[in-house]
């Protein structure tokens, strides 16, 4: 920051400034900003009178000063003043749309995306912003759809939108786009722990199980303390069958961030994570659950997936009223969002031999028929009991879940 002295020499806009003042103003009050003095930058332009040119480029930076100091309050109170004012103005809502994604408000921030791209649909910064804010509020297929479109139009994504977007081609099934998209930010970020996660991902969809180790092993040694990156490790410990260290990388990632909702619900999923070689942490988990799921900060989706992950463990410890409880809580959560599909006559039946097509069967080898009877599979209605049964099963020497 500029000493105070020096932002009184900035002077101020008189009142009865003519357009050319404000545009002298703007470039001088741009080099501030860039200075990172924005007290000054706020001096410079309080007094900047409606109706000039550069009036509204002027509110704009003034809004953005905020943004940089980290008063999101601020920020948003001069956006909204902005939206208000130039209802027409693309700018106005995505200044909004940031505002409200700085404050966790991430149903709004869509909205003022989207309002933003539907004055000005080539508004870039808004279009990726919008899949950005999809994927933290759980619309994967959107946010990859979005994202996609997004890239494909513009050539470019910043690093929030190429992770969103190589995290939600994983979940769609497009490998190809994810294991490019990983390349391409590898180059230009090769150590950055977030990308790291997310190509050992690639490798375990693409089963390189033992290049997604190694990439592991090697990240962990640049970034010991990464949650996502410890998960991982878990993920792997446990498809190797190897539960006590998966067990204890989960307890290790939620020791770092304690709303981790994966790590949470994983380490839940594994019989409500007690174990014999470790001191039973369930109660402590399960506060921790509580505070995440009150807490404002906490988006929504991660806020289900914590319910579902202390309803697992409520499970374990047989406080089944409790459990359901949170069950509950969790699917009204997931229920409330979800848009509402109407299928008729063998609409279902055709989207189910679209997921299970030949190459689904081609990925899992050939079965062997001495082991048993092949594929089975457990069909129900969500939370009616399918996941408990497949989990009692998997727990059988020839059944492999």
């Not at 791209?117 to 979005?146: C, F, M």
């Not at 303390?225 to 190897?242: F, K, M, Q, R, T």
């Not at 069950?327 to 031999?353: E, S």
């Not at 594929?375 to 492999?400: A, D």
Request: net charge neutral; hydrophobic share 35%.
């Amino acid at each position: 920051m500029a000493k105070k002295s020096s932002r009184r020499k900035s002077g101020s806009v008189a009142a009865g400034t003519t357009e050319t003042d404000t545009g002298g103003l703007l470039s001088r009050a741009r080099l501030l900003f860039d200075q990172q003095d924005y007290v000054a930058v706020r001096d410079l332009l309080n007094e900047a009178e409606p109706g000039n040119s550069g009036y509204l480029a002027a509110r704009q930076l003034i809004a953005r000063t905020y943004l940089q100091d980290r008063d999101n309050q601020a920020f948003l109170q001069e956006s909204e003043k902005l939206a208000r004012e130039f209802p027409n103005n693309p700018q106005c809502h995505h200044l909004c749309g940031i505002a409200y994604f700085q404050l966790y408000k991430l149903d709004t921030a869509e909205q003022s995306f989207r309002k933003a791209l539907s004055l000005n649909p080539d508004d870039h910064p808004s279009a990726e912003n919008l899949g950005i804010v999809l994927d933290r509020n759980g619309w994967k297929r959107e946010s990859y759809t979005q994202l996609y479109k997004t890239l494909d139009k513009t050539g470019k994504l910043g690093r929030a939108g190429f992770i969103a977007l190589i995290r939600n081609a994983l979940l769609v099934g497009d490998k190809k786009t994810a294991y490019d998209a990983v390349r391409f930010v590898l180059k230009g970020a090769p150590n950055d722990p977030e990308v790291i996660h997310l190509e050992a991902r690639v490798a375990f969809a693409h089963y390189d199980f033992e290049g997604g180790k190694r990439l592991l092993k090697r990240g962990l040694a640049q970034h010991h303390n990464s949650p996502e990156l410890i998960v991982d490790n878990g993920i792997y410990a446990l498809s190797s069958g190897d539960v006590d260290n998966a067990a204890k990388s989960f307890r290790r990632a939620i020791q770092i961030d304690p709303n981790h909702s994966s790590a949470h619900y994983t380490l839940a999923d594994m019989g409500g994570g007690a174990s014999d070689a470790i001191t039973d942490d369930r109660e402590d988990r399960l506060v921790q659950m509580r505070t995440a799921i009150q807490s404002p900060e906490v988006p929504y989706i991660d806020k289900a997936e914590l319910g579902f992950s202390a309803g697992k463990v409520l499970d374990s410890l047989k406080r089944y009223d409790e459990a359901f409880g949170f069950y509950d809580d969790a699917n009204r959560r997931i229920w409330a969002r979800l848009p509402v599909h109407t299928y008729h006559g063998d609409q279902v039946f055709q989207l189910t031999k679209r997921v299970f097509d030949k190459q689904i069967f081609s990925n899992l080898g050939t079965t062997d028929p001495d082991a048993g009877a092949g594929m089975v599979f457990l069909v129900g209605m969500p939370r009616s009991g399918t996941t408990l049964l497949e989990q009692m099963l998997s727990r059988l020497p020839k059944v492999k879940a």
